[in-house]
DNA sequence: GTCTATAGCCAGATAGAC
DNA sequence: GTCTATCTGGCTATAGAC
């Protein structure tokens, strides 16, 4: 019984190992580029073992994408913690959050339109499950954020969420790293800014 | 010789249809999906004769994206000859543009991170010089917009045309879209506005 | 200069030994 | 359960007939 557990952990630790390359791989290339070769070889293991694992390539990714969704909502619910919080703050947290793991190369790039991983995904239970946990509790501080008046009430609810969802995988940052003028920690916060000041001034 | 210059212009013609045909599938799909099967079969031409007007798929795409970054040209030189825009209106004339463009489905995806798309188009001269050009014009804009104060002037300059740039892909408009609740115009406006103005309420 | 047919390659998936 | 070796299919690119 022990030995039984003592297994399941170390094929725990594998699959953790194997999210997380597939987690990098994924925000390096993409899905259409990443092959299931370059994971198992990142891994350090036959490309047949992989296959033990997950069934397929599309279920790979899902599964590394349900990992970051569980990430999210791990940073969701400790910002949900603080007790001196308000909602906007929450909100800038979480996109700092995600600026933050894409800037240092742990960030997904979304699935192109038309990929194979996007009809995986709409059928895959938790994956739907813990979007819309996430969208519910960032929706939750949005609605509040425009009845206390710090973000504008006559936006749509949703172009707020998507536009904060949107900033995982704005290009942005990575453009203005490639510039080579900015350091990652200002390139965060210029992003932020932009992201809820917008471009226009402030009288 | 009229014969000859007959002939040229249904090449012409010809490869307009090609490079509108791309233009469509690499916005659908993107570069990696896209297969030059595909392409040769919207067109109605086989595969083979793709060839002898573009020597590789990289080519088909660089040689899209030019005529992208020639049409942005064009409407860039447009909105230039209008006598009373200001700065910021010509921006944002601009951006209207493209994200237009991207909601009915003729907007080319940015090439992913580690395409050999992004190896060929480093090295096409036509397609930097041009590159060039709308990041100039846009940027004198930009600057001038900054003077006048309708742009806050504490912002990095490539900022503001690296998130101009971005409205292009941005994946808000089709999250929008899909959400069926809003209509295109009102899209592009509602975005267009989280862009300059930004989320927080104005006071 | 357009077609059909095919070469050559590469990636996802699997068989079968251990 | 992990490995090596292989199958299979699809894609880019080209050869060769007309």
New interface residues.
């Given amino acids: 019984m022990a030995r039984l557990a003592f297994r399941e952990r170390i094929l725990q630790v594998r699959e953790d190992a194997i999210l997380e390359a597939v987690n990098r791989l994924l925000a390096?290339?993409?899905f259409?580029?990443m092959t299931v070769d370059e994971v198992a070889s990142e891994v350090g293991i036959a490309k047949a073992s992989l296959y033990r694992h997950f069934p397929s390539k599309e279920a790979l990714a899902a599964a590394a994408l349900v990992r970051l969704l569980e990430r999210t909502l791990s940073v969701i619910e400790q910002q949900g913690a603080l007790a001196d919080a308000t909602p906007?703050s929450r909100l800038r947290a979480v996109v700092r959050w995600a600026l933050t793991e894409q800037l240092s190369g742990e960030m997904p790039?979304?699935p192109?339109?038309?990929?194979s991983l996007r009809a995986e995904l709409a059928a895959h239970p938790r994956y739907l499950d813990l979007l819309t946990q996430v969208g519910d509790r960032l929706g939750g501080w949005i609605t509040a954020a425009q009845r206390d008046?710090?973000?504008?009430?006559a936006?749509?609810p949703?172009?707020?969420l998507?536009?904060?969802?949107?900033r995982a995988?704005?290009?942005?940052p990575?453009?203005?790293k490639a510039?080579g003028?900015?350091g990652d920690e200002q390139i965060v916060e210029?992003?932020l800014?932009?992201?809820?000041?917008?471009?226009?001034?402030?009288s």
């Fill in positions: 390096d290339k993409g259409d580029l906007l790039a979304l192109s339109q038309n990929s008046g710090s973000i504008d009430p936006l749509p949703e172009l707020v998507f536009t904060i969802f949107a995988c704005d290009p942005v990575g453009f203005l510039g003028r900015f210029l992003v800014g932009s992201c809820f000041d917008g471009l226009r001034a402030r």
